[in-house]
């Protein structure tokens, strides 16, 4: 074989790589944003029942019902996670659970069980759901980061994923 078929020969094996590398980090990015909307879903959820959960007489504040609310209307309004809310929400059902002996007054309120049963599901969905998406996005980055993937800008026109810098944590009466 001569010095031609020996390079068109390189040349179809680096097109072929750098074609499924450029798929592989498609691939990822469709995780992320499938990771990103799944989460968001569960933080919708989490809003509506933690307004609800607030509905309930005795439970809260007035201040942190109305707060709950509000922090409902916005996440169902939003079409991107808003970290702030979501910090709010998630400091706001700390305050309104802190311990397993206000979930057990609570769970005594007419409908109060059920909410309680639906919110704890939830908090721990949510969890997961930003567990799978900080990982997606860490993968990704990460397939971004390589020098060959920066050189030949396998990531086209996506955008850098980025994780919710937020706490999700559920509250301590629900451990």
Known sequence: MNTLTWVVIAVVVVAIYLSQMAGRLDRLHIRVDNSRRALQDQLLRRASEAAELAALP???TPDLAVA????AHVVRRDDEINPEIEAAITEGLKKALPDAQTIATIAGVLGGSDILDELQ???????YAKTFHDDA???CQTMRRKPIVKMFRLWGTAAWPESLECDLTHPAGFA
């Open 58 to 60: 005795g439970v809260t």
């Open 68 to 71: 709950f609310d509000t922090y």
């Open 121 to 127: 599901g939830t908090c721990r969905k949510v969890e």
């Open 137 to 139: 996005v860490r993968q």
